[in-house]
């Protein structure tokens, strides 16, 4: 594929409710698009990273500028083979997997429409539906949190995540549990602990969790196997989990029993197939992680759920809890049974909504090769 042009957009989304962690409270989403153009084809993508560095060190000026300034470049000097191959022409560009995974995933959904298949199926995706949990933010008064986890346990959702942070949490857990006794519930910390904590992290394991997620620092991995031995609950990593090799070494160390996989912060498809891979013949369970993506992120991750190894539900939901309009149609829809079933349509399988995105944009730079010049 020749790769003409490549299209960023940055679009402005207020959240439907506000959505706390540990580590900021955000209301509104500040978010990269990519268009890649190539033969009469358009392939769309998204760049993962927050408006700050909070989760990770890229936000979306970092994609913007690595994009526009070092991935474009690449790729305009001469044709990729498959979109299978652009991590690898890309390697030489240390970290910034975001802004990576933003320029891949959207070679993806290109080379998908031309081959005129679901990219689900171009990925070797094998499930038609995908089960759904949610990520539920924390919140001014576990009232309001219990009031979030009943509307979801009624829209069908069939795990609950709740985010925990210090002085906000082994209680809060508590009451959850008093009142929901028998629900999938799971705890992410977002790295708001230290080894320190451990006692307190030990009075979590009476509250029957499937997992607690990235507990300790984001760049950690040997600390959480000590934990690994002290607590019955599974650890499950999200930020520390990079590519997979650092998932390899996650798991021959014994720093974790599941993974959460997120297609930006590993970098794109190619790495996420790699790793989920490895996993299931570690025979370590992985999911699908969110970063509240618009429509078209959200999307590819329905795709990547469908792969193989991601047995339990992922941090996929519907579109109209984080936003009042979303960037696709149709908006995602959750079934009542809490699956989300596959569409069956080239690539993506959700037509991007331009005229409201067009509405939302903020600024937008349309990045051209040598070869197919274009006026901005
Ligand atoms: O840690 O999984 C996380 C959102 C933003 C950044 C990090 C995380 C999250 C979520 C929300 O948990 C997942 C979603 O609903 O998209
Ligand atoms: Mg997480």
Redesign the pocket.
């Known amino acids: 594929m020749r790769i003409e042009r490549i299209e960023l957009r940055e679009i402005r989304l207020p959240l439907v409710h506000f959505?706390e962690?540990s580590f900021h409270r955000l209301y509104d989403r500040r978010i990269v698009l990519t268009r890649v153009f190539s033969e009469g084809f358009i392939g769309f993508g998204e760049a993962t990273a927050?408006a700050d560095p909070y989760?990770s060190y890229e936000t979306a000026d970092t994609a913007w500028h690595i994009i526009k300034d070092f991935i474009a470049p690449e790729l305009f000097k001469r044709p990729v083979e498959q979109a299978a191959a652009v991590a690898e022409r890309l390697a030489r560009i240390r970290g910034h997997n975001m802004a990576k995974a933003a320029v891949e995933i959207a070679l993806w959904d290109l080379e998908a429409r031309m081959k005129g298949l679901p990219l689900y199926q171009w990925l070797g995706g094998v499930r038609r539906e995908i089960p759904c949990g949610?990520?539920i933010g924390i919140q001014d008064s576990v009232e309001q949190l219990l009031d979030k986890i009943r509307t979801e346990i009624d829209a069908g959702y069939r795990r609950i995540?709740i985010?925990i942070k210090p002085g906000w949490d082994v209680e809060v857990i508590r009451r959850v549990r008093e009142v929901f006794p028998d629900i999938l519930l799971m705890a992410?910390a977002?790295s708001a602990y230290t080894l320190s904590d451990i006692d307190l992290l030990r009075r979590l394991d009476q509250f029957n969790l499937m997992m607690i997620?990235?507990p300790l620092a984001y760049d950690d991995i040997l600390d959480h196997a000590k934990l690994v031995r002290e607590l019955a609950t599974p650890i499950c990593l999200?930020e520390s989990i990079l590519n997979t090799d650092t998932a390899r070494k996650a798991i021959e160390y014994g720093c974790c029993k599941i993974i959460?996989v997120k297609l930006g912060r590993v970098g794109g498809f190619a790495e996420a197939q790699r790793m989920q891979a490895y996993c299931a013949a570690a025979g370590v369970p992985v999911w699908c992680?969110?970063?509240?993506?618009s429509g078209i992120g959200r999307a590819h991750n329905i795709a990547l759920s469908t792969l193989p190894g991601f047995t339990l539900p992922g941090?996929v939901?519907a579109s109209r809890r984080y936003f009042h309009r979303d960037v696709i149609v149709p908006p995602v829809v959750v079934r009542p049974d809490g699956f989300i079933p596959v569409s069956q349509s080239p690539g993506l399988g959700y037509e991007p909504d331009l005229e409201f995105i067009n509405q939302v944009t903020v600024r937008c730079e349309t990045l051209a090769s040598l070869d197919f010049p274009v006026r901005n």
């Open positions: 959505f962690t927050a989760y949610v990520s995540k985010k992410d977002n997620e990235q999200d959460n992680g969110g970063m509240l993506e941090d939901s």
